[in-house]
């Protein structure tokens, strides 16, 4: 199993939050005399959007699943919120997968919908191109017609998983 690490750098703390702490133990009160409002852009503005999500949600591991949503090996399931098109599966020993929920010829979706689907392959509705429940590319029937596309069966597009606490 791929180890992942999860420790977060010891953060100090910034001069303004020093500066906040002080004052708040001097026991400064700020007056009350307008009130302070956040720009709509700040929920609004895609550039905003993904600042965050790179600096919260692309740096860490993310909890996608409970492992009981795929009880059964040759079970999958689509998951997009994380903005990216991912598939959860079980293999036939159980073990979890995660890799890009599409296929690696024509960028078409393996699995559409949310649901749970059980299976010992995901097939491709594009061009009917097969793949084991790890991401692998089944072998095509004569490989020398498919030359120039060796190299890309080959790559994998999966991500690390860390199972915890089951």
């Not at 791929?2 to 007056?31: C, F, K, M, W, Y």
């Not at 550039?47 to 009880?71: C, H, M, N, T, W």
């Not at 392959?121 to 790890?134: F, G, I, N, Q």
Request: charged share 25%; with cysteine.
């Amino acid at each position: 199993m791929n180890e992942i690490d999860t420790r977060v750098p010891r953060l100090e703390p910034t001069e303004g939050q020093l500066a906040v702490a002080q004052a708040i133990a001097d026991g400064h009160v700020r007056s009350a005399d307008r009130i302070e409002t956040v720009p709509a852009r700040v929920y609004t503005d895609p550039d905003q959007y993904l600042r965050e999500k790179g600096a919260i949600f692309d740096r860490l591991p993310q909890v996608l699943s409970v492992s009981a949503l795929l009880p059964e090996p040759g079970m999958a399931v689509p998951h997009d919120d994380t903005g990216r098109q991912l598939l959860i599966t079980r293999d036939a020993e159980g073990e979890i997968h995660l890799f890009l929920n599409v296929c690696k010829h024509r960028g078409t979706r393996l699995i559409e919908g949310n649901a749970v689907k059980c299976g010992k392959r995901l097939v491709c509705p594009y061009h009917a191109w097969t793949y084991k429940l790890e991401a692998s590319c089944m072998p095509f029937p004569d490989l020398t017609l498919f030359r120039a596309w060796t190299n890309l069966i080959s790559v994998s597009s999966s991500y690390p998983v860390a199972k915890q606490a089951a």
